[in-house]
Structures are given as C-alpha cells and as structure tokens.
C-alpha cells in the first residue's frame, strides 16, 4: 500500500473511532485533519465552515470563529459546554456554535457536527430546492433525504430555530442561501455524510441536465429505509 493510501486509512480507522475511546489531543488532531479535508475538497475557502465533537458528557472541542480550516492547529481548538460557554481556549469559539448545541441537545446519538459549504450542495440551498427525492440506493443507505431549512441569518440563535423541526429525523440538512449541516456518530461518520451529499447534489443536477429523473419508487424507498435501519443498528 502506498504512503498516501495508508495515511487515508489511519486517519478512517482512528476519526471513526467513538469519542468516548480517544483522548483530547486525538480529538483535536481529528477535528484538524477533517477541516483540512473539507478545504482541500473545496467545502470550506477562506475561514468558512465549523466543526465540532463531543469531548464528554458536558463538554465538546469545537473550531474557533474567523480561523481557515486549512490552517487549524490544535491549540486554536476551543471547549465548551453544552450551554454554550466557552470553557478554555485562546480564541473565540465558531459564530455557529447555536447550529451545533442544536444538534447535540437534541439527539443523545450525536457525537458530531459539521457545517460547510460544498459547491453543489450550496447552490440547491440557494436555489431553494431540497435534495429529499431518493434517486439512486447507495444515498438512501448512508444519508437518506435531505431536507431544506428556510432562511435564518448566519451567526444568530435563528439558525437553531430553522434547523429544529429536521435534527431529530434528518443526519443532513440543507441550509437556504448558506450551505449544508451533517451530524454523526464519529467525526468520520459526519465528514463521509456532508461527502455524500455533495455527491447526491451532483448527480442530482447532472438528471437535470440530462432532461430526466427517475426517483426510486415509493414501496422500494420503504424497502431501503428498512434496510438502512438495519444498518445503522448493527453499524452501532
């Protein structure tokens, strides 16, 4: 195996690991190694995007406001609690802190949280048009549909408030006019998520411009949620 292919590998088995198995300084190398990720796949230019994850029962490791995801190191990581208060840290936690506590509050499950900006994904948020049609199986195992929250101003207690009706049903959702949120199990588990949507939001618009669409019928979606049902249990 190569040296690129076997850092791809350590950097799966270890980001996949359950948070309550890895150490502080493991978790902040994770949350760095995943937002380097996200910026070299174009899901996070400039000092957008935020990551998070939990660090234990009251507490998560969260990225800072106004940082590139590029050049995140470990010691720019901040803590705080599920309230919201900044524990320790040097730096100011991510603006977007409300969209994460969201999801943790909500959904006992979750162990992490990732807002981005894919290219594709984005512009269905800013198009208003949800990615909630089941076009092809291999979405509907690993993401299911995904949802389109209305409009709330970046940076304010709004966003929370759009995204309550979906987090307790939905793993991914999109923003209007901003970007899209996933949540996980595993940082690993949210960063493969907001993977799959960009690439459901591709193939979405390339049936558009092919003229034609054929979603998965009805009975067969009932079929396949079953079945990622199924998975998600014994993927626990």
Not at 92 to 108: C, D, I, K, Q, V
Request: aromatic share 6%; net charge negative.
């Amino acid at each position: 195996m190569c040296e690129t292919n076997t850092m791809q590998v350590e950097w799966r088995n270890t980001v996949s690991t359950p948070s309550q198995q890895r150490t502080e300084d493991e978790l902040r190398r994770d949350l760095c190694t995943t937002a380097r990720r996200l910026y070299r796949l174009g899901y996070a230019p400039a000092t957008s995007g935020n990551l998070s994850v939990r660090l234990d029962e009251r507490t998560l490791l969260v990225t800072p406001t106004g940082a590139s995801k590029y050049l995140l190191r470990r010691a720019d990581i901040v803590v705080v609690d599920l309230e919201g208060h900044q524990i320790e840290g040097a730096r100011n936690a991510t603006s977007e802190l409300g969209m994460h506590l969201a999801f943790y509050r909500r959904r006992e499950d979750v162990n992490a949280v990732i807002h981005a900006h894919p290219p594709i994904a984005t512009a269905f948020a800013c198009a208003g048009r949800a990615l909630d049609e089941i076009l092809c199986q291999e979405a509907a195992m690993t993401l299911g549909p995904v949802p389109l929250a209305p409009y709330a101003t970046t940076g304010t207690d709004e966003v929370a408030d759009s995204l309550g009706p979906f987090i307790p049903a939905y793993d991914a959702v999109l923003l209007a006019n901003h970007g899209a949120v996933t949540c996980g199990t595993t940082l690993f588990d949210a960063f493969c998520k907001m993977e799959t949507l960009e690439h459901v939001a591709q193939i979405r618009l390339a049936t558009w411009q092919l003229g034609s669409w054929n979603p998965i019928e009805e009975d067969r979606e009932r079929l396949l949620r079953r079945a990622r049902e199924r998975y998600l249990q014994n993927s626990v």
